[in-house]
């Protein structure tokens, strides 16, 4: 089956620092990848996803994601860090094993950006 | 802004009353999904709706149900609402190729008492 780890619960970094949120990735065939981010009592907001071609992917609010094929990695990243990216991340892959292809959600990040 | 819109953003029901959560989309999207998050945990699919056709998810309890009268509109009723459903319910929409991306709406907070 499809599936994507998030191995860190939480990400701490200084507003203006890099910050790296890890995510790798398990699937037969060919990967559709994707981040969301959330903030407290709000849906999932739609932030990049790589599905061919160049391995960097540039989404929203400054983000970026790195597709590794030989590492099964899509980390996400940003090159200087905001206090107001403090939120849920959510790396996900969609299952194009099923019939439907339904969307496989990691466990999620948290990020906090120290002022 | 063509968009997901969830109403209300807030329900309050009491224990085993019915509640009907509802979501519209302006994307004219042919699939409708269902989710439902607890805790900052990931968001977990109910169901979903591809044109009229109602796939269910085998874990999703019979107490939820839903409803596609038209393209644009999608329901959720929680036909009768244990201490154990409150949640956030979130509310999506695709096209069905792969690589398409899935939108959600703000969500529905739903308190049980």
């Not at chain 1, 996900?92 to 002022?115: C, E, H, M, W, Y």
């Not at chain 2, 999904?33 to 044109?51: C, G, I, R, T, V």
């Not at chain 2, 009768?80 to 695709?94: F, K, N, Q, V």
């Amino acid at each position: 089956a499809q599936s994507v780890a998030q191995p860190e619960d939480q990400v701490n970094v200084a507003e203006g620092n890099p910050l790296t949120v890890k995510c790798t990735y398990s699937v037969s065939g060919n990967p559709y990848l994707f981040w969301y981010v959330q903030y407290p009592n709000r849906g999932l907001q739609f932030l990049l996803k790589y599905i061919t071609g160049d391995n960097l992917v540039k989404g929203s609010y400054g983000f970026e994601a790195e597709f590794n094929k030989s590492q099964t990695s899509f980390h996400l990243k940003k090159p200087s860090a905001l206090v107001s990216d403090s939120a849920l991340y959510f790396c996900a892959v969609r299952d194009i094993n099923t019939g439907f292809q339904k969307l496989v959600f990691g466990t999620g990040t948290r990020l906090l950006v120290s002022p | 802004d063509a968009m997901v819109i969830q109403n209300p953003r807030y329900q309050v029901t009491q224990f085993g009353k019915p509640v009907t959560l509802s979501c519209s989309q302006t994307l004219n999207h042919n699939v409708m999904y269902w989710y439902q998050q607890k805790s900052s945990q990931a968001p977990k699919l109910l169901f979903h709706y591809y044109d009229k056709d109602f796939n269910n998810e085998a874990d999703t309890p019979d107490n939820f149900q839903s409803r596609r009268p038209n393209t644009s509109f999608c329901f959720l009723d929680i036909r009768s609402p244990g201490l154990g459903d409150a949640a956030m319910y979130l509310c999506a929409t695709s096209r069905l190729d792969p690589g398409d991306t899935q939108y959600f709406g703000p969500g529905t907070r739903l308190t049980v008492l």
